[in-house]
């Protein structure tokens, strides 16, 4: 726990700092949550010691959000005290999986720090909360709290934050941690697409390519001795260059498909919803074109959610919603279908999933039993402007 909380220069559009007034009343809010800190602290620690025996997970279940909604507050309290954004520092917890949820929130270190703070808060926190207050209302002491209110509350919004915030370090930390595994995912991916294009064109191309010099070959043969069998060799051969084209066309498709590059991400998703069996409408809410990466990552993880729709959901119809506020890219793909998609139960979603997080992307799946089902997909990206989009992007 190394934070440094240091005063950022004032801001122009930030909110004017609290008044003395508001900061006592943040000292009242602390003094009284000082009690339930101390409460939910010793529920925490009783927890934790019979987590052997279960009771302690029923125990934690309680007490771990109650902590985290309390030391919440004070994060709220120590960010407009300190005037500085201070964001939720917790792990996400997937819920509806007690067991894993249970591992995620004890591994996460905010957990553990929070109950340090805890301590802090009903102790030495809990003394200067109280020292604010008195010197408020004894009357002697006024012109001590008109001058001390605002530096014992910035030193105790400072202490919270030693607690409660993720210093630089630790987030640049957790950054490196992060991009470690999506490098290690990409390139997973990357081996894997190179195993699965060797094999389409193993096994389609160059097999049908391979028949037609045979035929070819054997045609040559035969032209002076059966001119007839050799016409039609060379009819069969001209089938298989065909398909062979027809082979190339869809391991091209797989890469990059013709529509995306040409249409751009709503066109090339339109496209997708017309070769649905069932009504699929498109919200087209993008003015302009992402990078040919991102355009490419979430087109095919919109592909995977719609053959998704085909294949699980029973659904009546089904609707995409692409938009971009400026930082995000996001395409919302849903159904009123039977619900009850979960990604651990294939490789189709984990792979979406995977795709994303190489841009730092994001996939959320919402699909209680009975429907409807909505995967939200966010990429942070710009937009280029539609003019300057040129009418074929690089594969
Ligand atoms: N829209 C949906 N409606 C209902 N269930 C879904 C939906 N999408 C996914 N599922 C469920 O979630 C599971 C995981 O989907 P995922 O795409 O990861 O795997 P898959 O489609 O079974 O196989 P693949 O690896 O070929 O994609 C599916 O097996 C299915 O049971
Ligand atoms: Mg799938």
Redesign the pocket.
Known sequence: MTTTIQAPPPDPGSPPPPSRLRLTAYALAQLVLAVPALAFLILGVVGAATLVVWVGAAILAVSVPATRWIADQHRLMAARVLGIPVPRPYRPVTLGRPVEALLVVLRDPMTWRDLAWSVWASTFGFAVALICLLELLLVVTFPIWWFGIRPKMRARSAVDLWFLAISRTEHLEQRVQVLTETRADLVDHSAAELRRLERDLHDGAQARLVALSMSLGLADQLFAEDPERARRLVSDARATTSAAIGDLRSVVRGIHPPVLADRGLVGAVQALALDMALPVRVDPGLVGRPSAPVESAVYFAVA?CLT??A???RAERAWVVLSHDGARLRAVVG?D???????A??????GVRRRLAAFDGTMAVS?PPGGP?LVTLEVPCDLSSPRTTPSSAPA
């Open positions: 995977e998704n729709v294949k699980h959901a159904d279908g039977s619900g009850g998609a979960d990604p139960r294939g490789s189709g979603m984990l699909s089902t």
